[in-house]
């Protein structure tokens, strides 16, 4: 095991907490803060947070869409360089997070920003970022990642930095009573899928990365499970510093990690427009059959440990199929098509768009070449 790990976000979790972001904030500071399509006008965020700023200077930009587009932050970049704004405060869900990344990225570089998320242009500054977190999911408001799209190519890729990892997040689960339920479906199934990213490849002995793993498995399987009991303080809290814990870098320092379901979903985001986490639930189970045999220990390990299945020797194929129950008892269609793809060609589409970008030997041994991209991409259909 061989790792450096430094996670410099300070995390103000609890009700009444937005408050508080004011203690993190330089009474000097020049504020940008932005925000998606309207959701924290209607839920009390914009005005906590308007309250919290009282006395700072500050700006505001709204409009980050879901998957946020490039063309649309750079309206934002340009704000940031015409008030000479020093800090950023995103208020939102990973969209706006990840869009607040990419401007506080891009306000400091004088080229296209494309050249950002296709990594032409290695970000080693940006204006400093904070967040308000009102849609547990992505662990955006604690790690250094970001995903961008850029509407006019119908591209979307990662990329990041430690420059644009936010400086404090505010993780109020009361935030979370106005989402609508599809998002916290999301916000369950994207969680889950991160650990597994970082937990499903083979056995490397790491006890304490494998047991905590595991432990965020079982919340958020319980969690899924009591989908009724939504409506509940703790259900929210919960959920909401599982999905923090499962992508913040720590359950993934020193062991292998996968993330080819990841990249295939931004595919098919990109292409087709379905949300991120239902991308996940479609892939993930197809690409845990193909790739059976190179994860069967660890699925065994899963089975045992999240799911307390009885021992056997298809244990690995009963977790791929305790996986996709849960997904369904979410209510993920059965497939692509059933999710709305219906290009009859779409797995070599995306197969096509993968290799453009790169995306030539996925995951955690480099297996998933194009071909076999195409056959996970043809059983999740
Ligand atoms: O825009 P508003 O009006 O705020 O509405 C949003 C949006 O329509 C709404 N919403 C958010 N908080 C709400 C709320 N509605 C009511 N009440 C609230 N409290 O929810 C909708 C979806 O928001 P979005 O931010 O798009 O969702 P999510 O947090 O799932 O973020 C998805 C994006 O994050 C990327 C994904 O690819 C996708 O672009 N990811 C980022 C990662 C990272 N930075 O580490 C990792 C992830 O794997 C993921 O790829
Ligand atoms: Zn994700």
Redesign the pocket.
């Known amino acids: 095991m061989l790792f450096s790990y430094h996670n410099p976000t300070r995390i103000l979790f609890g009700r009444g907490q937005i408050a508080a972001l004011a203690e993190c904030l330089d009474p000097q500071a020049r504020v940008l803060l932005i ?6 006008r209607k ?1 009390g ?1 914009y005005d906590q947070v308007a309250r919290a700023l009282a006395g700072h200077s500050w700006w505001e930009f709204s409009g ?5 587009h490039m063309e649309t932050l750079d309206k934002a970049v340009a704000l940031v360089r015409e008030h000479g704004v020093d800090f950023i405060l995103a208020v ?7 869009g607040s ?1 990419y401007v506080a990225a891009a306000a400091l570089y004088d080229g296209d920003g494309w050249d950002i998320p296709s990594r032409r242009h290695t970000v080693r500054s940006a204006v400093p970022l904070g967040a308000v977190l ?2 547990p ?4 408001e604690s ?1 250094a ?3 961008i ?1 850029r509407a006019a190519t119908g591209e ?1 890729l ?1 990329f990041g930095a430690p420059a644009v990892q936010p400086r404090f997040a505010v993780l109020d689960p009361d ?6 339920e599809r ?1 916290l479906v ?2 369950i199934i ?1 969680s889950f899928v ?1 650990v597994c990213e970082q937990y499903l490849t083979r056995p490397t002995g790491a006890m304490v990365q494998d047991g905590y793993s595991e432990a965020l498995l079982r919340t958020l399987a319980a969690l899924a499970g009591d989908f009724a009991g939504r409506d509940d303080d703790l259900w929210r809290a919960n959920l909401m510093w599982a999905a923090n814990q499962g ?1 913040n870098g720590l359950v993934g320092v020193g062991v292998p990690q996968d993330w080819a379901t ?1 990249m295939i979903g ?1 595919e098919i ?1 990109a292409r087709y427009g379905l ?3 239902v991308t996940l639930a479609l892939v993930q189970p197809a690409l845990l059959r193909v790739r059976l045999e190179a994860k069967r220990a660890k699925l065994a390990q899963m089975g045992r440990a999240v799911f307390g299945l009885a021992p056997g020797a298809d244990l690995a194929e009963r977790t791929v199929d305790a996986i996709e129950a849960l997904y369904r008892s979410l209510g993920i269609p059965a497939g692509l098509r059933a999710a709305g793809v219906a290009e009859p060609d779409a797995p070599e589409r995306l197969t096509d768009a993968l290799t453009r970008h790169g995306m030539t030997a996925l995951g955690e041994d480099g297996a998933v070449t194009p071909e076999v991209a195409r056959a996970i991409l043809t059983r999740a259909l």
Do not use: F, R
Not at 35 to 40: H, K, P, T
Not at 92 to 98: A, H, K, N, R, T
């Open positions: 925000y998606g399509g309207g959701s924290i839920n965020v980050v869409e879901p998957n946020p939102g869900g990973g969209s706006v997070i990840d990344k009102t849609l999911a992505t662990g955006s790690n990642g970001a995903v799209t979307k990662p935030t979370m009573k106005s989402l609508p998002q999301n916000g994207d991160h992508l990841h931004h985001t949300d991120h986490a």
